[in-house]
């Protein structure tokens, strides 16, 4: 517990150091000056400004939907580190999907979101056991006189979890890939 409490810790400081960098922080900003700037003298009316910003939501939602579905093409020959790509594919279509849902039908947004959760959940219950996995593999490489408890048998039990995770993962992949686009 201690050794995996001290990881989670550094994990959380690099999180926290990468949140509030010059960069993050600027890209904050300019968002705003953005915003700001549409409201100003020379910006654009309430019409115009929701019709740009349908262009723009349609454009990026088009590209992030099909970089999930390029990304998912293959996915029950992928490895760990190809669904945290996709889990990653995913979590950016679906913060774009409920930030500019906003824009568009309501129940096609739901209808959209209701494939998009799933996926990315399951995605994310797999790189959890994948995280798990490494840990106490990590922990009782490192000190295992003190991991004091049976390894193989709890490293059974995760990857018994991940292939009844993947199996339904790959269904809910499937789902999502043939889902109605609200943005289209």
């Known amino acids: 517990m201690e050794a995996a409490g001290q990881k989670s810790k550094e994990a959380h400081d690099r999180a926290k150091r990468a949140f509030l960098s010059p960069g993050e922080t600027g890209s904050v900003l300019e968002l705003f000056r953005w915003f700001e700037n549409l409201d100003g003298p020379r910006g654009l009316r309430a019409p115009k ?12 939602l088009e590209k992030q939907f099909k970089r999930v579905c390029k990304r998912s093409k293959a996915f029950d020959t992928f490895d760990a580190d190809e669904r945290h790509k996709l889990r990653i594919a ?42 798990a996995h490494e840990l106490l593999t990590s922990i009782a490489r490192e000190k295992p006189k003190r991991a004091g408890l049976p390894v193989g048998e709890v490293l059974g039990w995760l990857d018994r979890g991940a292939t009844q995770t993947l199996v339904g993962t790959s269904k809910t992949i499937r789902r999502l890939r043939n889902a109605p686009a609200f943005w289209r």
Do not use: H, M, W
């Open 49 to 60: 400004l929701k019709e740009r910003l349908n262009t723009v939501a349609d454009s990026l």
């Open 90 to 131: 995913c979590k950016n279509l679906r913060y774009n999907a409920e930030l500019f849902g906003q824009l568009y039908s309501d129940r096609k947004v739901k209808r959209f979101i209701k494939l998009l959760k799933p996926a990315y959940d399951r995605l994310g219950e797999l790189n959890d056991l994948r995280s």
